[in-house]
């Protein structure tokens, strides 16, 4: 097989290199080509001229706990935009950081309604260095956070844990999948689809978990695949798990790089302090450098 790689978008197209014969390249007319991952995907559904991720098979063995019925932790993530309002946007005294789209409007991302920032110093190595209120997740906002909850996400893993992880794309944009990219691991893809009940037109957390209790997610476990990355489909989920056993602090994110600016990306921090080797010493240090917000003078002087 000969393979095109779009990987810029995630997909990829398959190309049987017999169908280079005049004769096949006739014969083949309606189903040469098989794209993976194509963007109008209804993947527990089988069609002649695509694929999904999840219908390819693992060539080696896989961990048993992975495919035990029930992982040790859960996670469902939805994500989403959250559109500005102008007003919203410029604030006096204020680094606003938001995306401008085609349409014009003014949007942040929100992963389980937060937006991610950046902590001011890596906490691999400067844990200290980090308030530890700058952390949160979707069981613990910080305080009066509003519609554009911004804090470090972090979701923190035992050590060794079988992790299963539920994205479910809230953004809906038709013909865009965002595809999610985690560090430090290679996970299995156990399912991807969309809401088999066609009365939904939109997919959301609540419907996921309402489809979760009532085992209607897709989920296979003969040999699945392994990635480190995943093209969600739109209005659809994505369900993948993986064996906690790397310790420390994995940055998990959607892999368009002005995503990743406005927050659609949390930290999965698994084990503790005490599972990973010490810092080395004279380790290079860093902080965020952020200058202080002054109002601009608007008095004469400042122009001589
Ligand atoms: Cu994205």
Same mark, same amino acid.
């Given at each position: 097989?000969?393979?095109?790689?779009?990987?810029?978008?995630?997909?990829?197209?398959?190309?049987?290199?017999?169908?280079?014969?005049? %004769?096949?390249?006739?014969?083949?007319?309606?189903?040469?080509?098989?794209?993976?991952?194509?963007?109008?995907?209804?993947?527990?559904?089988?069609?002649?001229?695509?694929?999904?991720? %999840?219908?390819?098979?693992?060539?080696?063995? +896989?961990?048993?706990?992975?495919?035990?019925?029930?992982?040790?932790?859960?996670?469902?993530?939805?994500?989403?935009?959250?559109?500005?309002?102008?007003?919203?946007?410029?604030?006096?005294?204020?680094?606003?950081?938001?995306?401008?789209?085609?349409?014009?409007?003014?949007?942040?991302?929100?992963?389980?309604?937060?937006?991610?920032? !950046?902590?001011?110093?890596?906490?691999?190595?400067?844990?200290?260095?980090?308030?530890?209120?700058?952390?949160?997740?979707?069981?613990?906002?910080?305080?009066?956070?509003?519609?554009?909850?911004?804090?470090?996400?972090?979701?923190?893993?035992?050590?060794?844990?079988?992790?299963?992880?539920?994205?479910?794309?809230?953004?809906?944009?038709?013909?865009?999948?965002?595809?999610?990219?985690?560090?430090?691991?290679? !996970?299995?893809?156990?399912? +991807?689809?969309?809401?088999?009940?066609?009365?939904?037109?939109?997919?959301?957390?609540?419907?996921?978990?309402?489809?979760?209790?009532?085992?209607?997610?897709?989920?296979?476990?003969?040999?699945?695949?392994?990635?480190?990355?995943?093209?969600?489909?739109?209005?659809?989920?994505?369900?993948?798990?993986?064996?906690?056993?790397?310790?420390?602090?994995?940055?998990?994110?959607?892999?368009?790089?002005?995503?990743?600016? +406005?927050?659609?990306?949390?930290?999965?921090?698994?084990?503790?302090?005490?599972?990973?080797?010490?810092?080395?010493?004279?380790?290079?240090?860093?902080?965020?450098?952020?200058?202080?917000?002054?109002?601009?003078?608007? %008095?004469?002087? %400042?122009?001589?």
């Amino acid at each position: 097989m000969s393979v095109i790689d779009n990987a810029e978008i995630g997909e990829l197209s398959v190309l049987p290199v017999a169908d280079k014969t005049t %004769s096949l390249v006739l014969d083949c007319e309606t189903a040469c080509f098989q794209v993976l991952n194509p963007l109008d995907a209804i993947c527990n559904r089988q069609r002649e001229d695509a694929i999904c991720v %999840s219908q390819l098979k693992n060539a080696r063995q +896989i961990d048993q706990g992975i495919l035990q019925q029930r992982p040790d932790v859960k996670i469902f993530l939805p994500f989403r935009f959250l559109f500005y309002r102008p007003e919203e946007v410029f604030q006096p005294q204020t680094y606003n950081r938001f995306l401008v789209a085609p349409t014009g409007d003014h949007v942040i991302s929100l992963v389980d309604e937060i937006s991610f920032t !950046f902590p001011p110093a890596p906490p691999l190595s400067q844990i200290d260095d980090i308030p530890p209120e700058q952390f949160c997740n979707g069981d613990n906002r910080p305080a009066d956070c509003g519609a554009n909850c911004m804090c470090t996400h972090q979701v923190d893993i035992p050590h060794n844990a079988v992790v299963e992880v539920v994205l479910v794309d809230e953004v809906q944009q038709p013909n865009l999948s965002h595809p999610f990219h985690l560090h430090g691991y290679a !996970f299995n893809v156990i399912g +991807i689809g969309r809401s088999p009940d066609k009365n939904v037109k939109k997919i959301n957390l609540k419907h996921a978990l309402d489809l979760d209790k009532r085992g209607l997610l897709n989920r296979q476990f003969n040999l699945p695949p392994a990635k480190d990355t995943i093209a969600v489909p739109n209005n659809g989920y994505v369900i993948f798990r993986f064996r906690a056993d790397n310790p420390g602090y994995w940055l998990f994110h959607c892999h368009f790089l002005f995503h990743i600016l +406005i927050g659609m990306n949390l930290i999965l921090h698994v084990g503790t302090h005490a599972d990973l080797p010490p810092v080395p010493p004279n380790f290079p240090r860093c902080g965020d450098h952020l200058p202080p917000i002054t109002p601009p003078s608007l %008095s004469l002087d %400042s122009f001589h």
